[in-house]
């Protein structure tokens, strides 16, 4: 029986585990796509402190080989529930096995959001990317855009601007919700066309994406652009359905405040997934070490 089972290997989960292994707890991690979540996907993170600059994967490799150096089990599976196992303890369910767990932190974090257009599906992998660092060298001197209002998009299309002729950065509103310096670094940059306010409305191509319809938000007036390449970054979708039954949430998110206690005994929740206001890796981060510690204190008490 495991200590403590963290669900989610991403900057959440990661703290998390460096946190319980280093107070002796038997920790195993379960991550169900790749080690270190959303930042993965990001090119360059210039905001966490103490570190001018590092690419997300970079940062992502760093924090699991700390958890791992410490001591921490992992298993390269989604979790699919957790269940009561006798009076006090938890099972932790993946299609493929179970762990025991004293204490549970959930740390699932969130799914990139899509489109919802027709042939979105059909067209992914074959012009439609929801990750700019993993097939955004594809295309090299291709016309390509981003979608999206918030840092993600922004940072993607910087990134992109790199590597392709030309980067429309195509957003709902002519406000962006991204850091001014992103915003003013895109609009600076020569091979960058900022279309404003407009939204995607369909998507064209038979074997590949050959280019879009936008809508423009005030006038509705309709226009086609010619691309190789859309990277859809408008946002994530939590990734909290497995335990809707076990815990309380709100507009998908896990009820639990800066304590990262969910008001079940035993289960904590911690970053993107948790209700909260501000996402960031850094909150990310803290919140893995207030899950771990409360949950160490839990196993302790118990
Ligand atoms: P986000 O901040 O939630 O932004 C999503 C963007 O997509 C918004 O601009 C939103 O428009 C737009 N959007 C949402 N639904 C849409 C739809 N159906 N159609 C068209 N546009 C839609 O998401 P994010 O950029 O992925 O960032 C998530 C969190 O991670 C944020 O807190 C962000 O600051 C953080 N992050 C930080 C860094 C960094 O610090 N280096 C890097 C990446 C992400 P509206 O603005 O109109 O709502």
Redesign the pocket.
């Known amino acids: 029986m495991a200590d403590i089972v963290i669900i989610g290997g991403g900057p959440a989960g990661l703290t998390a585990a460096v946190y319980a292994r280093r107070a002796g707890m038997e920790t195993v991690v379960f991550e169900g796509a790749m080690y270190g979540g959303q930042i993965v996907n990001?090119p360059e993170?210039?905001?966490y402190p103490g570190i001018p600059k590092i690419s997300g994967f970079d940062l992502a490799m760093s924090l699991y080989n700390q958890a791992s150096d410490l001591g921490a089990e992992f298993v390269m599976e989604a979790v699919v529930a957790i269940e009561r196992y006798g009076e006090r303890d938890w099972l932790v369910r993946s299609e493929y096995s179970s762990v025991k767990a004293k204490a549970v932190i959930i740390a699932t974090g969130a799914n990139n959001?899509h489109?919802g257009l027709e042939n979105e599906d059909l067209l992914l992998g074959r012009g439609i990317s929801y990750c700019a660092t993993c097939d955004g060298a594809f295309f090299k001197n291709k016309v390509v855009a981003v979608?999206?209002?918030?840092?993600?998009?922004v940072?993607d299309a910087l990134y992109l601007a790199g590597i392709a002729s030309k980067v429309y950065l195509i957003?709902?509103?002519t406000a962006f919700?991204a850091e001014q310096r992103l915003v003013e670094r895109a609009i600076s940059t020569e091979n960058m066309e900022i279309v404003t306010p407009k939204?995607v409305t369909a998507l064209h191509g038979e074997d590949r994406l050959t280019g879009i319809t936008v809508r423009d938000a005030e006038t509705g007036e309709e226009s086609e652009i010619s691309l190789d390449a859309l990277f859809v970054?408008?946002?994530?979708v939590p990734a909290a359905a497995p335990f809707a039954g076990l815990t309380v949430q709100e507009n998908g998110y896990i009820k639990a405040g800066e304590d990262c206690l969910t008001g079940t005994e035993g289960i904590f929740v911690a970053g993107d997934v948790r209700t909260k206001a501000v996402?960031?890796?850094t909150t990310a981060a803290s919140d893995g070490a207030v899950a771990a510690l409360a949950a160490c204190e839990y196993v302790r008490l118990r």
């Open positions: 990001t993170v210039e905001n959001r489109l979608n999206g209002g918030g840092n993600t998009a940072e957003h709902r509103r919700r939204t970054a408008i946002g994530q996402r960031q890796l």
